[in-house]
Structure formats: structure tokens, C-alpha cells
């Protein structure tokens, strides 16, 4: 089956004016999204991962700046398929054409994307309201299809409750039932996960992905969670002050991973044979790009750096067919370098637990 792709991103570039003055926050970033897809971009905290989704749909800070850059959405109406950059329309425009009714988000803190003032039920009614002017009764029935859909019981009751009333699993539930309302075709999903508990946590993945396969959307899902990774993407983007470091399908970057960075996140990956005190951690801590000058901004921090890591970024180096890797490691003239022992025996644990659970 032929793939569609819905969302092409092109040499994204963002830079943020601060007291230590310009900050080029997001380098250079591509990316491709693909109908009935799950896209994940996974790194540590601070990469870039949010600001880059958020600027999808217009959603900037006041000292943010857009440098360069193409966001070229395609959508059906009218019975034909249209394009447009989303860059190149007003906030007004993104806000009545596509955000909430096309594209729709689901925040990390449902605590704060929640009005605190507002019953749940006219939360969810409102984008029905703003972008389709439906009538109240059909708002409130869909509103109540969504709750039962995202699995909160007793919606009659609940539709008149505030956010305070709820748990902190149900409000994450309320939050997914409102970037549902308006049956968007991208969703994207900010570590919605973070603040739950284990067992809530994989009720919430497993919704998102029943409403994927349901709707035919696209998801992105933006997490530092590679287990979480694991379970729901199709595609994965390594990212690493403000780039894109590595990039392909989920089974490249967990069975052939190729930059060291990406090693390191794999090795930091508990799991039950894991004790606390053998946990891996990455050695130092991501750069400040306020004083990045020049090379390859992971350099002190790779173990496997080459002298021209300190001058020249690298570029990206097409692997195979899906898979990409920044990493002067990928040149013909680099030398040859293992990942290390003991990540490479994990991941031939992965792989012989994986097939456990193929068809016969």
C-alpha cells in the first residue's frame, strides 16, 4: 500500500533572543509524516523535540523567531487535495483553518492546558462550537461518545465536573477527548504520558493507538521515553541540541542503531534485569547552544569523537533507504567503530524476546 505523506518539514531553523543574546535553538530540522503513522522524536530535555512540534501549529514564544523553513501540510477539501505552508499564514488563520480542527495537541500537564473555571463537557464542546458551529445537543452527544470512547465511565456525570474533580489519569483522558472533537487528521501528543503512573501510562498509550488505527491519523509523539518509543512508533527522530541526529524506522533505530548518542540513550534504558545502581547515564550534559560556536555540539560528550567532530558539523548520511545518520562515523575515510559489547548483547536480547511474539 502506497504511503501519504500529510506532513513535510524542510530545513527548520529557530533562534531565541536572550539576555546572552541570539540562541539558534532548532538547526536545520526535516521531517516526514505519513498518514495512519506514528512519528516519534525522542531526546533528552531540552533538544528541541517541543519547540519544534509547536511550531507546526503556530505556537511561539514572543522571543522566538523563525529563521528559515517549509511546513507544507497537505489536506483534502472540496473533493480535491490542497497544500499549504503553515509558515507562511497569520496566527488568526492557522487558528480557524487547521488548529483544533485539524490539528490537534495533547499537552504534557493537563493541569494546565485544562480551564480550571469550565465543566469538562463544555471543554470538549467548544471546538465543535468555534469550527462547526454544531448545535449544543449534537456537541453534547459527541461529547459524551468521546468520553465513553477515551474510557471514562459515568459521562453524564462526569460532563458537569471540573478539572480538580478528576484524577490525574482521567484529566489526561479529557485532554485526548478534546483534541479528538473535531476529528483531526495530525495528532500530536507531548509527552502525555509523563506524569502517570505505570499502569495508567500503558491504558493511555493503548487509547491513542486504538483511535489511530480507527481514524486512519497521523500521530507524532514526543517523548525521552524510549520504551514508551518502542511500543507506539513506526518511525523514530533522534534529536540532539536542536537536530536531527539520527532518523528511521523503529526496528533501525532499536536493532542497527549507527550514532553514539543514540547508543547512549538505548544503554540508559532500564529494564527489569536493571538494578539501580547499574543504571547508564550519558557522561556531562547537553550543550548550551547560546556559546556553540562551531563542530558537532555532541563532540565532549562522545566517546567516539574524530578531531574534525571540533571544527565541521557532520551532515547526514543516508544508510539505507529509511535510515539517516549525522555522524562523521558514517564517512568512507572514518574508522570502523563497534557499538559497545554490552548494548549490542541487549539488543540481541530484544530482538530474540521480539520474535517470541511473531506469527507462526
Not at 495528532?187 to 486512519?216: F, G, R, Y
Not at 574508522?335 to 549490542?344: C, G, I, N, S
Request: proline share 5%; charged share 25%; with cysteine.
Amino acid at each position: 500500500m502506497t504511503r501519504q505523506k500529510i506532513l513535510e518539514m524542510r530545513d527548520l531553523s529557530i533562534s531565541f533572543k536572550t539576555n546572552q543574546g541570539s540562541v539558534e535553538a532548532i538547526r536545520g530540522v526535516d521531517l516526514d509524516l505519513y498518514r495512519g503513522e506514528t512519528l516519534a522524536i525522542v531526546g533528552e530535555s531540552g533538544s528541541g523535540k517541543s519547540v519544534t512540534v509547536k511550531t507546526i501549529m503556530g505556537i511561539l514564544a514572543n522571543n522566538q523567531r523563525i529563521n528559515t523553513g517549509v511546513i507544507d501540510y497537505s489536506y483534502e477539501a472540496d473533493g480535491k487535495v490542497n497544500s499549504v505552508d503553515l509558515l507562511k499564514i497569520s496566527k488568526k488563520e492557522m487558528r480557524r483553518r487547521f488548529n483544533g480542527k485539524r490539528i490537534a495537541m495533547v499537552f504534557q500537564d493537563p493541569m494546565t492546558s485544562l480551564n480550571p473555571t469550565m465543566p469538562i463537557g463544555e471543554q470538549i464542546m467548544e471546538g465543535m462550537f468555534i469550527h462547526y458551529h454544531t448545535p449544543k445537543k449534537e456537541a453534547r452527544e459527541k461529547a459524551l461518545r468521546l468520553l465513553e470512547l477515551v474510557g471514562i465511565p459515568n459521562g453524564e456525570e462526569r460532563f458537569g465536573q471540573y478539572p480538580h474533580q478528576l484524577s490525574g489519569g482521567m484529566r489526561q483522558r479529557v485532554v485526548i477527548a478534546i483534541a479528538l472533537a473535531c476529528d483531526p487528521e495530525i495528532l500530536i501528543c507531548d509527552e502525555p504520558t509523563t506524569a502517570l503512573d505505570v499502569t495508567i501510562q500503558s491504558k493511555i498509550l493503548d487509547l491513542i493507538n486504538m483511535i489511530q488505527k480507527k481514524n486512519n491519523i497521523a500521530v507524532i509523539y514526543i517523548t525521552h521515553d524510549l520504551g514508551v518509543v518502542s511500543k507506539v512508533a513506526d518511525y523514530v527522530n533522534v534529536m540532539y541540541a536542536g537536530r536531527i541526529v539520527e532518523k528511521g524506522s523503529v526496528n533501525d533505530i532499536f536493532y542497527d542503531p549507527k550514532h553514539p548518542y543514540t547508543w547512549g540513550l538505548l544503554s540508559a534504558m532500564p529494564d527489569i534485569n536493571t538494578s539501580s545502581d547499574k543504571l547508564y547515564a550519558i557522561p556531562g550534559n547537553p550543550p548550551n547552544l547560546a556559546h556553540h560556536k562551531q563542530g558537532d555540539p555532541f563532540y565532549i560528550r562522545n566517546d567516539y569523537a574524530l578531531n574534525i567532530d571540533k571544527r565541521v558539523e557532520p551532515p547526514m548520511y543516508q544508510i539505507s533507504k529509511t535510515h539517516y545518520v549525522a555522524s562523521w562515523l558514517m564517512h568512507e575515510k572514518a574508522p570502523k567503530v563497534e557499538m559497545p559489547t554490552a548494548l549490542r548483547e541487549r539488543i540481541d536480547q530484544m530482538k530474540l524476546e521480539a520474535s517470541q511474539y511473531e506469527r507462526v
